[in-house]
């Protein structure tokens, strides 16, 4: 846990670095309408989408030693690195991460100490008055945004993938691999078929494996959650409860995320994800048939 949190802290000041040198970026990665944007932090991942999905999963999990620890000085240790994390964060301008981590750190609050909730709103009043945050926010309202989105954005992505499912097997999908990933776009096998990337792995899943595929995969998230709601339970009054509560949050966030990116599809942030997984259902499923053994 400690490990994981040091080198998201470690990157999270890359991150930082890299804004205030202004780091170079395509210029595919903002709009011409978004001026206020000098820069997108993408740190080792080569994807500002990735580094916020990064950041996401790891922000309630420093939080949450800031809440374990004993010592003063360990608190504020952990809280200056769930802000430099958050700094991160915002500097992506990734939109999806920004929800993400909203929605997680809420949950975060409401599981921990819903007295956050109060400096959480007054972080969020500042960060709109920010005009990069204003610019990024803003488009989302303007037609050139609409224009953009059903020509080659989201939804036309979104609405394609849907297209090609109802006009091969809903039930089944396309067939793993097939459509709406890297490996799809990367291996182009139908002539009949426009390759792009779905950015929604929700949709990819559909798409590929039909209502059985991602129905079980679904399950799959439900039991996923379900056992960090029962770590939490299990971990109540106990030191354990807060890094349960940061690990749940954290990985809530990252599904959250997937709506609008293929992060499943990144083999490190997988990793690290069922690494995170692995330590809640330890938490959760686990631990008491451990201690009850020893």
């Not at 994807?47 to 420093?62: E, R």
């Amino acid at each position: 846990y400690l490990t994981l949190v040091s080198l998201s802290f470690v990157l999270s000041l890359h991150g930082i670095y890299q804004y205030i040198t202004k780091a170079p970026m395509p210029s595919n990665w903002v709009a011409q309408a978004e001026t206020a944007v000098r820069t997108r932090v993408y740190s080792i991942f080569g994807s500002p989408n990735i580094m916020g999905d990064f950041m996401v999963l790891f922000v309630p999990m420093t939080a949450a030693l800031a809440y374990y620890a004993e010592k003063p000085s360990q608190k504020v240790v952990a809280w200056l690195a769930t802000f430099c994390m958050c700094f991160a964060c915002l500097f992506t301008m990734s939109r999806g991460a920004w929800l993400a981590l909203a929605i997680a750190a809420v949950l975060f609050a409401l599981l921990i100490d819903r007295r956050l909730l109060a400096l959480m709103l007054v972080c969020g009043a500042v960060a709109c008055t920010l005009p990069f945050v204003r610019s990024r926010i803003g488009y989302l309202f303007t037609p050139q945004f609409a224009d953009s989105n059903a020509r080659g954005g989201r939804a036309k992505r979104w609405a394609t993938a849907i297209g090609y499912l109802k006009a091969t097997d809903p039930v089944f999908g396309m067939g793993y691999g097939m459509y709406g990933g890297a490996v799809a776009v990367q291996n182009p096998v139908l002539p009949w078929v426009e390759y792009m990337y779905v950015d929604n792995y929700y949709v990819k899943i559909l798409t590929e494996n039909g209502i059985v595929g991602v129905t079980a995969f679904g399950m799959m998230l439900l039991g996923l959650v379900g056992n960090g709601l029962r770590a939490c339970v299990r971990t109540a009054k106990t030191r354990w409860s807060p890094l349960c509560a940061g690990m749940l949050c954290g990985l809530v966030g990252v599904l959250i995320h997937s709506v609008f990116e293929s992060i499943w599809e990144e083999p490190y942030m997988m990793a690290l994800f069922f690494a995170v997984a692995a330590m809640l259902a330890w938490a959760g499923l686990l631990r008491r048939r451990t201690q009850e053994t020893a």
